[in-house]
């Protein structure tokens, strides 16, 4: 698939839609997002500035990247178009904690192990990034995240 994906774009390099495709593939794939990924994510929203989901994920290939400050930037401004009662912001919440920009912080409780409250939390987060976004959810990631989400049996 990354292979006709490239073969497309070399036969028409503009074409956002096979450029956002790619990115996600390359997303998916790998788990990460990395500098050639970062690249395709910010060409897709500078053309698609209404893609916040996009811009977030070249925010976060931005900020593994070290830039920091252009990464706060840019999510400020996605956040301020996202909606209050929209699903995006706990999606864009959950994305910052995968990649460790959000971690705990210092002195903070350890959410507890596999409690059936963690459980029930983690198969409800679960649930709500496969129905979000299934095309881009990389469950080996989520697994990271919340080690009691292999028990997940969801679709997507």
Known sequence: ?????ESALRRDPNNIDVVADL??????????????T????????????????????????LWLQGKK????????GINARASETGPERQMFAALRQMFGID??????????????QQAMFTRAIVSLALKMAPHIVCRVAIRRLCPCARDHKGSG
């Open 103 to 116: 971690p705990l912080a210092p002195g903070s409780p350890a959410p507890p192990g596999n409690s059936p």
């Open 38 to 61: 970062t690249q395709l994510y910010l060409q897709v929203f500078e053309a698609r500035p209404d893609s916040l989901r996009i811009g977030y994920l070249a925010g976060i290939g």
């Open 1 to 5: 698939a990354l292979l006709a994906y």
């Open 23 to 36: 990115a996600d593939l390359r997303f998916k794939m790998s788990g990460q997002v990395d500098p050639a």
């Open 69 to 76: 400050a252009e990464a706060e930037a840019m999510w400020a």
